[in-house]
């Protein structure tokens, strides 16, 4: 079955610091890729998705990510994060071609940027 | 104002309970979805729909049901049959396909006391 992972359960940064969010999944076909962020209190909202094209597909706010196919990855990542990024990130994926469609989610990962 | 609706916010039921969780959205989108969000496990999918009076389970449909009488509205009704009922319950909406953004309500916490 399919499956994702993220490396980090939770991250503490302090603001300036650079990020990368790591995220893994397992499929060896075509796949639908995404970043979802829930800020404290908020809806979960789309950061950033990949279908096709360029593997560095940029998002909302200055956040990034690039599909590594090699390595099955997706990592999120934002040069320079503020307080503001203080949320749970949770990757996604869409394995194309399978019996059942649908997204399947990374277990998340909280960060926690200091001022 | 376009979006999802879900309500209450927060509920409690007793052990033993049926309860409805209500979701209701005027984005016009075809497909509707339930997740059920547990701490460290990210969002499983319980139920989902992509056209009015068709649905198909998700990972973990055992104690819940839906229906899809109404483009706008996918109720999900936690039984007494599902065993560890006390979580944060999301709907959202989508375009048709799975790969497609998918857009979510505010979430309903159900707490089984």
């Known amino acids: 079955a399919q499956s994702v992972s993220q490396h980090n359960h939770h991250v503490i940064l302090s603001e300036a610091a650079s990020l990368e969010l790591g995220c893994n999944y397992s499929?060896?076909?075509?796949?639908?890729l995404f970043w979802y962020v829930q800020y404290p209190g908020q809806h979960l909202q789309l950061l950033l998705k990949?279908?096709?094209?360029?593997?560095l597909v940029k998002g909302i706010k200055g956040f990034e990510a690039e599909f590594i196919k090699s390595k099955f990855s997706f990592n999120l990542r934002k040069p320079s994060v503020q307080w503001s990024d203080t949320a749970e990130y949770f990757c996604a994926v869409n394995a194309l071609g399978t019996s059942y469609d649908k997204v399947i989610f990374g277990p998340g990962t909280s960060l926690s940027v200091i001022p | 104002d376009g979006g999802i609706t879900q309500s209450p916010k927060y509920l409690f039921r007793k052990e033993g309970q049926n309860v409805t969780l209500s979701c209701e959205q005027n984005?016009?989108?075809?497909?509707m979805y339930w997740y059920r969000q547990d701490p460290g496990q990210g969002l499983r999918l319980i139920y989902y729909s992509q056209i009015v009076n068709d649905f198909q389970k998700g990972d973990i449909a055992e104690g819940y049901s839906v229906s899809r009488e109404k483009k706008e509205s996918f109720p999900l009704t936690v039984t007494s049959a599902q065993k560890n009922p006390t979580a944060f319950y999301l709907c959202a909406t989508g375009l048709g396909a799975s790969y497609n953004e998918q857009f979510f309500g505010p979430g309903t916490r159900l707490t089984v006391l």
């Open positions: 984005l016009n989108h075809d497909a």
């Open positions: 499929y060896g076909g075509t796949v639908n």
């Open positions: 990949y279908f096709s094209g360029d593997p």
